[in-house]
């Protein structure tokens, strides 16, 4: 069975820092494009950022390029996320997914980031 | 990167049939075979229903259909089930560097 577990969410102050970690197991990690996808409270979804196997395909939102980092670590069954200049704007369930032609089929259960002072 | 178009909220009664559309333009959907139908229920994560526009993933019933005319894609729901009412949520790849989520469609089972 699939199972992609989020984690390091939590509350963090306007302009701060935050590092999200998706942990696989049940997949062969390496062998998936993977994915970040958020949903504010109440809100869609949106996609957020893709990487691929061997990281040398990054894809970002507008919305969130030039401050937030995907990156994975093929040996931990990791995925990472960097968020950096937090914005309540970032405030969501941030959720990790597999990613194949554009289509996320496994989903994690999501980490809560709150921004606010 | 804009997001597509879905109405907020369909509605029908056990056993009837609803369609669900996403509009978008000619450079995303219009231009795309990779459209996908997600369904997420209060406090779970999204669950894909559709991909490739029409294509299901084992499991999902073939109540659930997909098609794509232009630039709008559709979700259709036959014989509708209690268990149908979630949210739903069209996306489709824009070029090759994004992904646009629809804004989301609350089917509710009347």
């Known amino acids: 069975e699939v199972q992609l577990a989020e984690s390091g969410g939590g509350l963090v102050q306007p302009g701060g820092s935050l590092r999200l970690s998706c942990a696989a197991s049940g997949i062969t990690f390496s062998w998936y494009w993977m994915s970040w996808v958020r949903q504010a409270p109440g809100r869609g979804l949106e996609w957020v950022a893709t990487?691929?196997?061997?990281?040398?395909?990054?894809r970002y939102a507008d919305s969130v390029k030039g401050r937030f980092t995907i990156s994975r670590d093929n040996a931990k069954n990791s995925l990472y996320l960097q968020m950096n200049s937090l914005g309540g704007e970032d405030s969501a369930v941030y959720y990790c997914a597999t990613e194949e032609y554009f289509r996320f089929d496994h989903w994690g259960q999501g980490t809560l980031v709150n921004v606010a002072s | 990167q804009s997001a597509l178009t879905q109405p907020p909220s369909a509605s029908g009664s056990p056993g009837q049939t609803v369609t669900i559309f996403c509009t978008g333009t000619?450079?995303?959907?219009?231009?795309?075979?990779?459209v996908s139908w997600y369904q997420q229920h209060p406090g779970k994560a999204p669950k894909v229903l559709l991909f490739e526009v029409t294509k299901r993933p084992s499991g999902v019933p073939d109540r659930f259909s997909g098609s794509k005319s232009g630039n709008t894609a559709s979700l259709t729901v036959s014989g509708l089930q209690t268990e149908d009412e979630a949210d739903y949520y069209c996306?489709?790849?824009?070029?090759?560097?994004?992904?646009?989520f629809g804004g989301g469609t609350k089917l509710t089972v009347l």
């Open positions: 990487i691929n196997q061997d990281e040398s395909v990054k």
């Open positions: 000619s450079s995303d959907i219009g231009s795309s075979n990779y």
């Open positions: 996306t489709s790849n824009v070029g090759s560097s994004s992904v646009a």
